[in-house]
């Protein structure tokens, strides 16, 4: 782990590589926590305005979820704020 002065120290374009580096990682786990999720698993999103709801979910597309709440309400939520139950 770097300390902030010790990125301070970096150039700029050794920071665009680490972070082009982290992004892929990141990437990477979002896509392996995700791997677990299909259609018609419940799902939570990790988001203010849906605490507490649990979705089904009814499409997968390759940067997002369509989300159903069971009401004949239809969400769409990227893979990043998709929790799986």
């Known amino acids: 782990m770097f300390t902030h002065s010790e990125l301070r120290k ?3 374009e050794d920071l665009r590589e680490l972070q ?3 992004k892929y990682v990141i ?3 979002v896509i392996e926590d995700h791997e677990d999720i299909k259609v018609g ?5 990790n988001h203010r305005k849906c605490i507490g709801k649990k979705y089904t979910v009814e499409k997968i597309n390759r940067k997002t979820y369509i989300l159903n709440d069971g009401k004949g309400a ?3 939520a990227s893979l990043g704020l998709i929790e799986s139950i």
């Open 74 to 76: 239809r969400i769409k």
């Open 27 to 29: 990437n990477d786990k």
């Open 10 to 12: 970096l150039s700029i």
């Open 41 to 45: 698993s419940w799902v939570k999103i």
């Open 20 to 22: 082009t580096r982290i």
